[in-house]
Each structure stands twice: as C-alpha cells, then as structure tokens.
C-alpha cells in the first residue's frame, strides 16, 4: 500500500488539496486526511507537488519504425525508461509503413514485454496498409480474441505511402472495426496516419456523411502536420470528429508549417472545438527525417515519448492553456475514446497510475504505474529489463 499525502490533485479536473491511498494496484480512496499507521502502508509526503493521472501515450512504435531510407534507418525498440521519463504509464503500441519486417506477432510480444516490466500496454492491429494484415485473420477476429487489441492502425490515407484504398475499401474496414469493438466491448478505433496528400480528411469526413459510422470510430493522427490539413482538422472536430496531434517534432517541421502542439491545442480551443475530442500522442520510437535547407537528408531522429508532456507543458507555460484542460489531451479523452477503463483520472476505483508534478515549472518530479514507483524524486528507479 502506498499512501501519498498532501497532494495538490488533477485527476484531471481540479480536486485540490487531498491524499491518495493506492492498494493492489488501484486507487482506493481520495480524500484529506487519510490516516493509515506506518507499518502497513508506505507514506510519501507530497506537499508542494502536483498530482495527476499517468499519462496515456496512444500511438508509439513500441517494437521501432522508420526504415524509410533502407534497413540502416530502422528505428529501434522502446525501452521503459523512455516511457518512466515522460510520465507516460500507459501506452497503445503500433506498426507503421513497414508490416514485413515488423509484425504484429513482434508488436504483441513488446508490448507484453512492457507490461511485464511495469506499465501497462495495448495495440493496434495492421499498419499503413489497406486491406490489413491480422494477427488471426480479420480485424474482428482480433478485437475478439486478443485483449491487448483495441483497434486497427496506424492506417494510412492521403500520402503517397498509402495502399491509396478506395472509399468502399475505407469503409469496410472502419465497419469491421466497429462490429468487432462493440462484440468485444471495446473501442473498435480506426487509428488513421494522415499524410500530406490534397485528399486531407475527405474519406473520413464521408464515412460520416454516408454511412452510419459514427465519428466515435475514427481517429486521424497527425492532423498538425501542416496549416491546410490543421485548419481542416478543426472543421472536422466542430463537426464532432475525433482528431489527433503527434508531439515529436524538429524545427526544420515546424519552420515548414508543421503547428506546434500547445499551440495547436490553444488554436483548436479558440476556434470552438469541444476539448474533449482532443488528443496527443507522441508517435514516439518512428523515424523524423531531418532535412537541411537544400533538402538533402542530414540525418534520421527518433520520436520520443517524453515529447507528449512535453507539449502539454507548452500548452499551459506558452499558450496559456489551462492546466486541467491540457491534461485532458494525454489522460481522460484518450482513455474515454480508446475505452480503457480505470486509465487517464485519479478517483478511487481508478488504476494508481500517478504523476507527480512540481509546481511553477511542471517538471516531472515522480511516476507510479499500477501503485509502483517508476520514478521517484526525479530519480528513475525502475529499469527494463536489459537497461
Ligand atoms: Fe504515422
């Protein structure tokens, strides 16, 4: 049992001032003034510190991605201090362009992998590709029969790495997707890679307008990649789309019009778009190509999954996002769409996924993962495996 006293809550929406009593895993109270005696409960003053919901990294290349400039350029595997560092506790893992050298076989055994070693791990099944490849043989099977499996992707439209699936391909995948996520009582999500491609959300925004789909199904990733696909993105979610920013990023990407995410998530909100259908994933472990001002490739970076909160404290110090509204994007509106339950808010009953905050600069100060310390006083205490 662990009981951390004295904490300033955000579960997300402000609680205040309280304490939380974590046992086997979960949240089981939060309230002032728990008193518990000493030998039977660890207690950590964290007075001064802010504390928030673990954070839920819905779209990383857990087992690596890229290899988009040949096989040297395949980028490696996640490790769990990468996610310990960004206050990430739960993560959904993801193949991307490559679904032959990467597998879902390879993709469900990491993300075991991870959950044995203290975080907690879902997946997509497919990639880019149209039709998917499965792990049993249809998206459905999947959703049925795996648990870790909570919906397909990442699938590619409007970029030239894209299958270029037709509208009726499209649409048959997002209905299987949703058959097997209401048979199996989950999400069903369509994770979809947005490209930079003159189609935009065209093909999504018609499985809204010609079928009985709801948007509840889809999910565009990437949607800040660029000012017309940005502005498109916000109309999509005035109309009650679902819409993700991916926050890795280089500078070169954001002087070629890329929008920054806090910014991003400041612009959508001023716009009118309902915060609640908004969110961030980091993309982390997939290839950011890095290109000099004449074009030519200088050299490969990785996506990180530190750069998830790293965006949600650029929302609240630079756009002035209120803190609540920001922690939204990374803990209940992702848990809320991709349907995992007891993720992304402190109440009791929750999973005691706990991050730590210190005030002013919201830095990470500690991480709890299912009532475990990952973190603690900024120091990393928990390591993968071969780490
Ligand atoms: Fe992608």
Redesign the pocket.
Known sequence: MLLLKNADIYGPAPVGRADILAAGGRIVALEPGIRIPDSYVETFDAAGLIAVPGFIDG?VHITG?GGEGGYATRTPELVLSDAIRGGVTTIVGCL??DGVTRSLAALLAKARGLDAEGISTFMYTGY?AVPVRTLTGSIEQDLLLIDKIVGVG?V?LSDHRSTQPTFDEFARLAAEARRGGILSGKAGVVNV??GDGRRGLSLLRRILDETEIPPTQLLP??VNRNPTLFQEAIAYAKTGGQVDL?TSTVPAFLEEGEVACGRGLCAMLDAGVDASLITFTS?GQ?SIPDFDEQGRLRGLQVGRVTSLFAAVRDAVLQARVPLATALQVVTANPARILKLRGKGELAAGADADIVLLEPETLEINGVIARGRWLMKTREVVAKGTFE
């Open positions: 779209h991605g991307g362009t880019y990442e590619a890679h947005m990733t990437h991916t993309d997939g």
